[in-house]
C-alpha cells in the first residue's frame, strides 16, 4: 500500500503494522484473516479521502494490489 501512495500510521504500532489479539472477529476466524484498517478519521485529510468513492475506491485497489502481490 505504501508503494501506492499510502502513508503507514505513525502513531500506534510499528511500520504501519499493529498485531493485536483481542479482535474475536480475527480470534473466531476458521480462514487465514486480516484486518486492514485504511486511513485515520482524527486527521482531516484521512477522513476527506475516506469520505468519496473515489477515495475509498483507491483504498480498495491499494488493498486488492497487495494481497495479489503477497499472494504471487
Do not use: H, K, Q, W
Not at 3 to 20: D, F, H, Q
Not at 28 to 47: F, H, I, K
Request: charged share 15%.
Amino acid at each position: 500500500m505504501v508503494a501506492g501512495g499510502a502513508v503507514p500510521s505513525t502513531y500506534v504500532g510499528s511500520a504501519g503494522l499493529n498485531p493485536r489479539a483481542d479482535l474475536a472477529g480475527l480470534n473466531l476466524a476458521e480462514r487465514p484473516s486480516a484486518l486492514v484498517e485504511c486511513g485515520n478519521m482524527r486527521s482531516a485529510a484521512d477522513a476527506a479521502l475516506i469520505e468519496t468513492a473515489a477515495g475509498r475506491a483507491r483504498y480498495a485497489e491499494l488493498i486488492t494490489a497487495g494481497i495479489r502481490a503477497f499472494l504471487g
